[in-house]
């Protein structure tokens, strides 16, 4: 079986058959081609995976030709032959899109090694591209910001992994995207037309969380007016994604290592049992392993998720995907709302840049669509990067037209104090406004759901509080 097929053009006979014979030797289907337009002949009729292009040719050289191939197929790697004498003008072709060189004369390890090299890397690009095609079409994704290396090894996982039915622990800061992750997954796998389920652990009670999970009979607690189907049975078939799973309380993680290892479960209330064929991916920004220690944890359920694990790294270790976020950012928020924003200054590309993004991928895109929202021009200048950082932009006036001097004793109090406190009292208008109903609030709030159970746990805010003041209004 052939590992890939391979052009060299080399206008040196015997050099050409050397290379030629080590490389079928390889398992490499080679065609070798000392003339140059021969070699664009070939190159436009047949599928090569790679090229091998001596830089000094009989009658032009091979960057040249080089381009002429990435003219018909940008993607194929081309690897530059050169002589000690002409390394610059292969460092040259490099800059123009040569994947590397060697230099005459090399070992014949050597060039299989870049070779098998370069067909890697062509594969996991290949990859990249079919999963950021796949989320585009699914998800209204404009692309999976994978510049940086780092990025990159984690797309290459999710490829080599995708296939399988092993449980993925995906784990990173908050805002980092690891909801996304597994949506890749998810779509690269063989379950990619069956249902992508995903449930957040922190944002139900323990009653509730069980039958999120698992469903209910009818009458199996106060309100449960019919049977309902958990996210297991939703899931049937496809990829169950449960989110924050470090906050799940210690009596449904027991009834979660069961599944887990059974494939069955009872649903609450339930006498019959149950089963589900479903991938599990699970997600957490916090360490569990420290969990464990502190018996917040099952050990034994750690062991059992903790199969393939993903770590998505923080923006701050991943700055080269910052400016590809930005343009994307950019475009999204001009197209929502109708502005031509053609980018940022360098003053604010540098802000950008310094910044650590202790909120990641989040706090970068709420930055940009703030930026956006308030700029009147066609640039985004340092005044509107990272206003919560302190400075207000404007020569420092508030959204009201206030200067810094006009403003009250709030302002002494520390950032994020006044936003917490701004926070739990916009929740609270919500609620009131609601009559606590959940669904009305958090779309009134622009949240889901689960982010809007979020926020009543951070401000410790219950629901069935402003269900019973409301009702006692009179009317």
Not at 146 to 173: H, N, P, Q, W
Not at 176 to 197: C, N, Q
Request: charged fraction near 30%; glycine fraction near 6%.
């Amino acid at each position: 079986m052939s590992l890939g097929k391979i052009l060299i053009v080399d206008d040196d006979a015997n050099l050409l058959e050397l290379i030629k014979m080590r490389l079928e030797s390889a398992q490499y289907e080679v065609t070798a081609v000392r003339e140059e337009e021969k070699a664009i002949g070939a190159f436009k009729s047949d599928a090569f995976d790679l090229c091998l292009i001596d830089l000094m040719l009989a009658n032009r050289d091979g960057i040249s030709l080089m381009e002429e191939f990435h003219a018909v197929n940008p993607e194929v790697p081309a690897i530059i032959l050169t002589a000690h004498g002409t390394i610059q003008n292969a460092v040259e072709a490099m800059r123009r899109g040569a994947y590397s060189y060697l230099t005459k004369p090399f070992e014949p390890r050597d060039v299989l090694l870049q070779i098998e090299r370069a067909l890697e890397k062509r594969k996991l690009n290949t990859e990249i591209q079919r999963l950021k095609e796949l989320l585009h079409e699914q998800y209204d994704f404009a692309n999976i910001i994978a510049r940086s290396e780092k990025m990159r090894s984690v797309l290459d996982v999710v490829t080599r992994i995708a296939k399988l039915d092993s449980t993925v622990y995906i784990f990173g800061e908050s805002g980092t995207g690891k909801e996304l992750i597994a949506k890749a997954i998810h779509l690269a796998s063989e379950r990619k037309d069956k249902p992508f389920v995903a449930l957040n652990c922190a944002a139900l009670p323990e009653t509730l969380l069980e039958s999120e999970l698992f469903g209910h009979e009818r009458g199996a607690f106060t309100g449960a007016v019919k049977s309902t189907k958990g996210r297991f049975m939703q899931a049937d078939g496809g990829t169950l994604f449960l989110d924050e799973i470090g906050d799940m309380p210690l009596p449904t993680q027991s009834k979660l290592l069961r599944v887990l290892q059974e494939r069955q479960f009872y649903p609450v209330g339930g006498e019959s049992l149950m089963e589900a064929d479903v991938r599990v991916i699970v997600a957490t920004n916090k360490d569990l392993a420290e969990l464990v220690q502190k018996g917040l944890f099952r050990d034994d359920l750690y062991y059992r998720i903790h199969v393939i694990p993903i770590r998505v790294p923080p923006l701050r270790e991943r700055k080269e995907d910052v400016l590809p976020f930005v343009e994307h950012f950019l475009k999204k928020f001009g197209q929502q709302m109708k502005k031509d924003v053609k980018g940022v200054t360098p003053e604010a590309l540098k802000k950008l840049m310094l910044h650590d993004w202790p909120g990641n991928v989040r706090e970068l895109e709420t930055t940009i669509e703030y930026a956006v929202a308030m700029t009147q021009k066609d640039m985004i200048t340092e005044d509107y990067i990272l206003h919560t950082k302190g400075s207000l932009p404007d020569g420092g006036k508030d959204g009201l037209g206030r200067g810094r001097q006009d403003m009250s004793d709030e302002r002494l109090r520390p950032l994020k104090d006044a936003r917490d406190a701004f926070e739990r009292d916009y929740l609270v208008q919500v609620l009131a406004m609601t009559e606590g109903n959940i669904t009305q609030a958090a779309k009134l709030a622009g949240k889901y759901r689960a982010d809007f159970y979020d926020l009543l746990k951070k401000h410790d805010l219950k629901v069935e509080e402003f269900k019973r003041t409301k009702t006692a209004l009179p009317n």
